[in-house]
């Protein structure tokens, strides 16, 4: 299927670029996996318009893009609210919204949360490299918005309106607290290092990005000073380098790393630090691991439903 024009782009925003749910399977390579940093948002997304849960869409960094619609199209603005509008009107998150040829999608003030998701419904096309549509910039993987003027889709258009339930719309606080996993390197801290580890609030350092989530706190966390083998990380492994300020690796973390693993953000939880800006706070609770997979049955059950109601709901 050959695809067509579906957005003049008039402004970027700051750092807006395509993501999937990632470059699976190309750790061992050198590859870092990518893709949406917010998952929760990003799949919501593509439910509502009716595409696949990982059909690229457009992963908003703070300020949005402006974008024309060159085609009749239907999109859904998910995640951090940044006050969608179109032709100056506002628009609902969490919803359908059909634009028409000439409509212009803008976003204004910031309200709550980082990244914003913008689902097309057919999709981007996007070159597919290693399995993935999604940008990695430090790979020099794709490119940025700022690098397009006009985007290229596969337009789909319906007149019909689809919102989510209220309560699965996440609230985007600035303090909270995530559930933790034992790391691999758990043992190599003291007890007290430990507990102390989890009775701590940390601050979200300005420095954080795609990469990883720096946190500080005024007592370190541990002394460990022994070498570890270098080993693969997981999106939410909680890495102690020697200054004793935690970090938390994100979609564009590296392969592998040789800093001490204390523990690991289970999954279902990812997406609340996803949306934390800079000096947010952040603490952390022990969870066995069997708990935290119950909590990502639940959540891909919720998916699941969601996607055959979207489905089996008839156009009008």
Known sequence: ??????????????????????????????????????????????ILVGNTRNTVSLEVTLIGPKLKAKAA??????????????????????STIQLEKGDVLSFGKYHSGVRAYISVAGGFDVPVLFQSQSTDIRSGIGQTLDQYSTLNGFPKSEKKGIGLSKHLIPTYATSIEVAVIEGPHMSSFKSNERKEFFNKTFLVEPNSNRMGYRLSNSKKVGTIKQDIWSDAIPFGGIQVPPNGQPIILMADRQPTGGYPRIGTVISTDLPKIAQLPPKSELSFYPISVEEAQERVIRLERELVTLGMIRKHMPSR
């Open 1 to 46: 299927m050959d695809s067509s024009p579906i957005f003049q782009v008039i402004k970027p925003g700051i750092y807006t670029t395509f993501q999937d749910m990632g470059r699976i399977g190309f750790q061992k390579y050198g590859l870092p996996v990518a893709g949406a940093m917010d998952l929760y948002a990003f799949q919501i997304g593509n």
């Open 73 to 94: 199209i239907t999109v859904a603005i998910t995640g951090a609210n940044l006050e969608p509008e179109v032709n100056g009107q506002s628009r609902p998150m969490w």
